[in-house]
């Protein structure tokens, strides 16, 4: 079993940028694809960004071109490198694991395991 532990979360204005980790312990991350998800208030938790376990990484239109994830297999840790903050970006973001490499990874209820969660709120 893994547990993931997100962190990076703040208060950030507009324009801003921000960088989200997730760290894996319990197992070696680099045999598991990790996304991200993020819940707006009042709206339903959507897909954000993945990595797969071969290193392949897909996003939503929503954060396409401002958005990155990436992984230090060697650090056990996920990050999410977000770039250009709008308002529209606040929630609670989300990282999720599970082994091996699949091809629905925009469904949550694809993955394993999940963290707690870390706030984003994009403000002036």
């Known amino acids: 079993q893994v547990q993931l532990m997100e962190s990076g979360g703040e208060l950030v204005q507009p324009g801003g940028s921000l960088r989200l980790s997730c760290v894996a312990s319990g197992r070696v991350l680099n045999y598991y694809t990790v996304a991200w998800f993020r819940q707006a208030p009042g709206k339903e938790r959507e897909f954000v960004a993945v990595?797969?376990?071969?290193?392949?990484?897909y996003y939503s239109d929503a954060v396409k071109g401002r958005f990155t994830i990436s992984r230090d297999n060697a650090k056990n840790t996920a990050f999410l490198q977000m770039n250009n903050l709008d308002p529209e970006d606040t929630g609670l973001y989300y990282c999720?694991?599970?082994?091996?490499?699949?091809?629905?990874?925009?469904?949550?209820?694809?993955?394993?395991?999940w963290g707690q969660g870390t706030q984003v709120t994009v403000s002036s």
């Open positions: 990595i797969r376990r071969t290193g392949d990484t």
């Open positions: 999720a694991g599970r082994v091996g490499n699949f091809d629905d990874y925009q469904r949550q209820d694809a993955y394993d395991y």
